[in-house]
C-alpha cells in the first residue's frame, strides 16, 4: 500500500485487500474463511454478505456440479460398457468389442478430470500462487489424447475388418447393443457438455464431446450389422472407416477448445462486459487495460484505470476498490480482480 500522493498510482487485489474500508465486508477469501462464513450462512438461512464471497461460493458449486457430472457419467458408461460386453461374449463381434473397449476408455477419462476438480479445490500457496485451477485443463489435455486414440482405434478395427472379414452372430443382439451404446454416450455428452458450458469448463466439455465420438462408433457399429444382416460384408468396415472421420471432426473442435483456454483466450465479450463494469464507476477516467483469464473454470481479471490526477491517495483507493466491486458483481465465475489506478497524465 502506497503512503506518497495519488501520483504513484493504486494497485488492489481483492484476495489480499483485507484490511478495513468502512464497507463492512472482509476480502481474505481463503479456504479458512469459507470454511466458516458458508456453513454460517446456509445454517441460518441468509445470503452472502457481499458478492465477491458470492463468486467463491459459486466457484465452488461449480466444482461441485462438475464432479457430480463425471460420476454419473462414469456410472453410466461402465453400464453401457458392461451390457455390451455381455453381448460381445456370446456374438464374437469385434466392431462391438471395438466399442465397448472406446466406452471403457470414455469413461475413465473421468478420473483425471476428477482429481483435476479436487486439486482445484486446495487454497493458494507459496509455490502454487494462483492454486491449482490448472489442473482441469490439463486434464483436458488428456481427453484430447484419449480421443486421438479412440481415432486410431476406430480406423484400426475398421481397416483390419476390411483385410480380414470376420463372420458375426446374433445380429439383432449387436445392434441392440450397439442402440444401447450410442444412447448411452448421447446421454452421456450431453450431460457432460451442458454442464461444462455452464460452469466454464473447457475440458469437460472436452469429455462430452469424446463421449460424442463414441456413440458415433456405435453407430456404425449398428449400421455395420444391418449391412450385414442384408448381405454386404463389408458394410461395417466401411461405415467404420467414415465415422473415424466423424471422430477427427470433434477431435478438432475439442482441441481448440482446450488449445484456446492454455492459451489463456477469452470470449471478446466477456472482456468488453468486464471493461463497460469498470467503466461505469464514478471517477474513472478511462480504462487504459483490461486482461481476463481462465483458471480452471473460474476468472481472474486485472485491470489499469486513470483517475484524477488531484485525488487524495484514500479517495484514488476507493475508486479503485469500487471498480473491482463491479467487476466482481458484474462478471460471472470472477473471482478475483487486482485494479491498478493512475493519475491521469503520469508517465506509463
Given at each position: 500500500m502506497h503512503t506518497g500522493p495519488a501520483t504513484h498510482g493504486?494497485?488492489?487485489?481483492?484476495?489480499?485487500?483485507?484490511?478495513?474500508?468502512?464497507?463492512?465486508?472482509?476480502?481474505?477469501?481463503?479456504?479458512?474463511?469459507?470454511?466458516?462464513?458458508?456453513?454460517?450462512?446456509?445454517?441460518?438461512?441468509?445470503?452472502?454478505?457481499?458478492?465477491?464471497a458470492d463468486a467463491v461460493d459459486e466457484?465452488?458449486?461449480?466444482?461441485?456440479?462438475?464432479?457430480?457430472?463425471?460420476?454419473?457419467?462414469?456410472?453410466?458408461?461402465?453400464?453401457?460398457?458392461?451390457?455390451?460386453?455381455?453381448?460381445?461374449?456370446?456374438?464374437?463381434?469385434?466392431a462391438l468389442l471395438g466399442d465397448t473397449l472406446h466406452n471403457l476408455a470414455d469413461a475413465l477419462t473421468a478420473v483425471p478430470l476428477l482429481i483435476a476438480f479436487r486439486l482445484a479445490r486446495r487454497p493458494a500457496n507459496a509455490r502454487f500462487t494462483y492454486g491449482y485451477?490448472?489442473?482441469?485443463?490439463?486434464?483436458?489435455?488428456?481427453?484430447?489424447?484419449?480421443?486421438?486414440?479412440?481415432?486410431?482405434?476406430?480406423?484400426?478395427?475398421?481397416?483390419?475388418?476390411?483385410?480380414?472379414?470376420?463372420?458375426?452372430?446374433?445380429?439383432?443382439?449387436?445392434?441392440?447393443?450397439?442402440?444401447?451404446?450410442?444412447?448411452?454416450?448421447e446421454l452421456v455428452a450431453r450431460y457432460r457438455i451442458t454442464v461444462g458450458r455452464r460452469i466454464g469448463s473447457a475440458a469437460l466439455v472436452a469429455d462430452g464431446l469424446h463421449a460424442r465420438t463414441d456413440g458415433f462408433t456405435s453407430l456404425a457399429v449398428l449400421l455395420g450389422a444391418l449391412g450385414v444382416a442384408l448381405g454386404w460384408?463389408?458394410?461395417?468396415?466401411?461405415?467404420?472407416?467414415?465415422?473415424?472421420?466423424?471422430?477427427?471432426?470433434?477431435?478438432?473442435?475439442?482441441?481448440?477448445?482446450?488449445?484456446?483456454?492454455?492459451?489463456?483466450?477469452?470470449?471478446?465479450?466477456?472482456?468488453?462486459?468486464?471493461?463497460?463494469?469498470?467503466?461505469?464507476?464514478?471517477?474513472?477516467?478511462?480504462?487504459?487495460?483490461l486482461r481476463i483469464r481462465w483458471i480452471g473454470h473460474t476468472l481472474r481479471a486485472e485491470a489499469t484505470i486513470t483517475v484524477d490526477p488531484h485525488l487524495t491517495l484514500i479517495a484514488a483507493h476507493d475508486v479503485a476498490h469500487h471498480a473491482e466491486d463491479h467487476l466482481l458483481t458484474d462478471v460471472r465465475r470472477l473471482t478475483a480482480a487486482t485494479v491498478h489506478a493512475s493519475p491521469a497524465g503520469a508517465h506509463t
Open positions: 493504486h494497485t488492489q487485489s481483492h484476495h489480499d485487500h483485507d484490511h478495513g474500508h468502512g464497507h463492512g465486508h472482509g476480502h481474505d477469501h481463503g479456504a479458512g474463511w469459507r470454511r466458516v462464513v458458508h456453513p454460517l450462512a446456509e445454517l441460518f438461512g441468509v445470503g452472502h454478505f457481499h458478492d465477491a466457484a465452488l458449486e461449480a466444482a461441485d456440479a462438475g464432479r457430480r457430472a463425471l460420476w454419473l457419467s462414469l456410472a453410466a458408461l461402465l453400464l453401457t460398457a458392461a451390457v455390451q460386453a455381455g453381448v460381445v461374449a456370446f456374438s464374437g463381434s469385434v485451477g490448472r489442473a482441469e485443463d490439463l486434464a483436458g489435455l488428456f481427453v484430447i489424447a484419449m480421443i486421438t486414440l479412440s481415432s486410431v482405434l476406430a480406423a484400426y478395427e475398421a481397416i483390419d475388418r476390411l483385410l480380414h472379414p470376420q463372420p458375426v452372430s446374433h445380429l439383432w443382439a449387436v445392434a441392440a447393443a450397439a442402440l444401447v451404446g450410442f444412447a448411452g454416450n460384408e463389408q458394410a461395417d468396415p466401411i461405415v467404420g472407416l467414415l465415422i473415424t472421420v466423424a471422430i477427427l471432426a470433434v477431435l478438432r473442435s475439442a482441441a481448440r477448445q482446450v488449445g484456446a483456454r492454455l492459451m489463456d483466450a477469452v470470449d471478446p465479450h466477456l472482456v468488453d462486459q468486464a471493461t463497460a463494469a469498470v467503466a461505469a464507476v464514478d471517477g474513472v477516467r478511462s480504462v487504459d487495460e
